[in-house]
């Protein structure tokens, strides 16, 4: 049964709203991917934990088992260097331990050099246009079939404010952004018929990570939202309540 969500940024999901789901998480390590993967599994999902920082990924898995939730599953990924093997290797093994995948997150981005336009470095343009879109469409084509074998999944992939409206010095990051809100629509027109795959994003807004404290050095972060208070729109549109969206980008903010 679906609920009607007047606002998902006041969204109070039920405890076992992602109960038997398995949803991969990308950047799960650190941030907003952080707080995502818990409250999934907090609300029964089994997460898949992409990162490229080992380390991160198994201190989450720790906290995650210490609060009892369902065991989750690491992979280590640098999103910059992964090639074809890497990810037919990660679409096999997720084959193969659970048949399907209900959700997926990407979360996973870079901020770059914030500069104009006139002085963006070349190679930190390809690096961010790669990280933050071209690994985003790679991941979503690969895992297409085990999406499809869920029957009811739910792919949310990370805007920002600048990806909407273009902004001064945010040069390749913003045009990344820009991207993915069109992939995301791109993807929702092309699965909307079956009704099986639904895709949106997200716009966080501002809240206190680290890449928030990188590009705003001076700005307290005393004043931001953190990551697990923005979670209503994750949980939204990773549960039942958000069949038939699709093709939207909702704010946590
Ligand atoms: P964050 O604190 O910098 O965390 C980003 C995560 O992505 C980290 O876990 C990082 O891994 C991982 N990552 C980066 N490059 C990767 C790569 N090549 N391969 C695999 N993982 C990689 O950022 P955040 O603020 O939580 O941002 C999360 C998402 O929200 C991003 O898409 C961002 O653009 C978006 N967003 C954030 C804000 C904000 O105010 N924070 C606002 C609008 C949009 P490591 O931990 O190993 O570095």
């Known amino acids: 049964m679906t609920m009607k969500v007047d606002d998902p940024r006041t969204y109070q999901p039920p405890r076992d709203l992602l109960q038997d789901r398995v949803i991969l998480v990308t950047g799960a390590g650190a941030g907003i991917g952080r707080a ?24 989450i898995y720790d906290e995650i ?34 048949g399907r995948l ?15 336009i006139e002085q963006q470095d070349i190679a930190v343009w390809h690096d961010v246009l790669h990280v933050n879109l071209t690994a985003p469409f790679v991941l979503t084509q690969v895992l297409f079939p085990l999406l499809r074998d869920s ?37 929702a027109d092309e699965t909307s018929e079956a009704g099986i795959i639904r895709s949106n994003c997200i716009n966080p807004g501002k809240t206190r990570t680290g890449m928030r404290r990188a590009a705003y050095p001076a700005e307290d972060p005393g004043t931001l939202l953190t990551p697990e208070e923005i979670m209503g729109p994750y949980l939204y549109l990773m549960g039942a309540d958000s069949r038939g969206v699709t093709g939207q980008s909702l704010d946590c903010q």
Do not use: C
């Not at 920002?160 to 791109?186: H, N």
């Open 65 to 98: 088992l210490e609060a009892g939730g369902p065991q989750p599953g690491i992979v280590p990924m640098d999103l910059a260097k992964a090639l074809a093997p890497e990810y037919l290797e990660l679409k096999d093994s997720l084959d193969k331990e659970y």
């Open 151 to 187: 029957g009811d999944a739910s792919i949310v992939f990370t805007s920002s404010g600048v990806g909407r409206r273009g902004r001064a010095f945010w040069g390749a990051y913003a045009v990344s952004k820009f991207g993915t809100e069109g992939l995301s629509q791109v993807i």
């Open 36 to 59: 995502a993967a818990k409250s999934f599994a907090e609300h029964g999902a089994t997460v898949i934990l992409l990162g490229r920082t080992v380390r991160k990924l198994e201190s």
């Open 102 to 116: 209900d959700g997926l997150l990407h979360n996973a981005s870079i901020l770059g050099e914030r500069s104009p």
